[in-house]
DNA sequence: GATCTATGTCAACGGCGAATGACATAGGCC
DNA sequence: GGCCTATGTCATTCGCCGTTGACATAGATC
């Protein structure tokens, strides 16, 4: 199977002996598979392969499938990413981005997407109770505050991880006038969260 | 490692020869496995062997660990379970139910996280749009009714599953004050999406 | 250009877990 | 009681995938 995502040439350049490309293009790769697949369904051959890269260097550069999984977890978490959301428009940017069709991705739902697995895959449970908790639930309660901002925050988040997962299952577009109505009601949700 | 939930005993009891009941057993035991562990995590010998059968049986009567797998989904889904919930207080029901930590299981909680785990394994991907969209989404499109039903079917079916996953790794009790507005907050907004 | 090290390649190995098929036996049927 | 089939058990096979270590070579250093 060759890769389907645009992010990963299907040709990869032909790189130079050079250890911090090939590095980062393992990673690369590994967080497309990692979102699309989770833990258990990326395969290190599929990922090197789709990296242009060899099987065995991800051991050398990773230390093994966990070494690989954390680093890209970790690149794939901007902790400053939620503060750059606009106040005014959050819920609205929100919608439009779940009513778009799962395979019309961009970098940051991928993001988004990876996290969604590895909070869901059992493999994985251990290091993610941290990392959703610290970097996911603490900065949006932060940048949401005011009154009840725990609760807010938690009920921001479930939203949003729904929506992700609801997009991640539909496989076809939203119907026209559905998708204007699904914007509508799921932006002011949001958005009413968000303000009070 | 034994099993850890009490629908399936310890010491499974002893059983005369009798096909029916040992299939219901492994199905039983499938289903506990596949909720908690995800197609990929959860093992035939594991399951097997909470039943008190011998792993090649499952083969014998599911055909394979798809076919278990399936079974275990159709008989998740009750089509008519989502016309049972009250439309007075549908809303603060399902918030009192996603509040509670996430280790108080019971077998609806069961159900639906097994529901959860199909949607997100990418194994299982084939079976679940099927299942997802016609025995989870449309029944509470129907069931919901009234003006905008499919984006509002959307929405509400979105929240429950991203609840759904909130508590699933959550990993401690909410604390007291956040639960109660916790509870106010997600109740009032998935009744206003129940009643218009 | 000789040498040396970092980088990349290749072919195994080993474990694990699903699947398979041969064998054992309970329990009905005549 | 003597078969006979459905049910259950066991050992084995098979394939997959992460990992490992030996080997090849590019490219820098002198």
Known sequence: MTNVHALVPDRPVARKRDADATRAAIL?????????????????????????ADAALINRYFGG??????????????????????????????????????????????????????ATSPATAPLLNEA???RFLGPI?????????PARARIVASIFIGLLVER????????????EAFIERTGTLLQ????R
Chains 1, 2 share one sequence.
């Open 192 to 195: 009413s969260l968000v303000e």
């Open 28 to 52: 690369a790769a590994a967080k497309v598979h990692f979102a699309r697949s989770g833990y258990d369904g990326a395969f290190l051959r599929d990922i090197a392969a789709d990296a242009g």
């Open 65 to 118: 499938k966990d070494g690989l999984f954390a680093a890209a977890l970790k690149d794939s978490i901007r902790p400053d990413a939620i503060s750059q959301w606009d106040r005014k428009t959050f819920g609205r940017d929100i919608a439009k981005m779940m009513a778009n069709h799962a395979h019309q991705d961009n970098e940051r739902m991928h993001a988004f997407q990876f996290l969604l697995r590895a």
């Open 168 to 179: 991640l299952i539909r496989d076809e577009p939203l119907a026209d006038n559905e998708r």
């Open 132 to 134: 959703v908790q610290n």
């Open 141 to 149: 309660r932060a940048w949401i505050g005011g009154e009840q901002a």
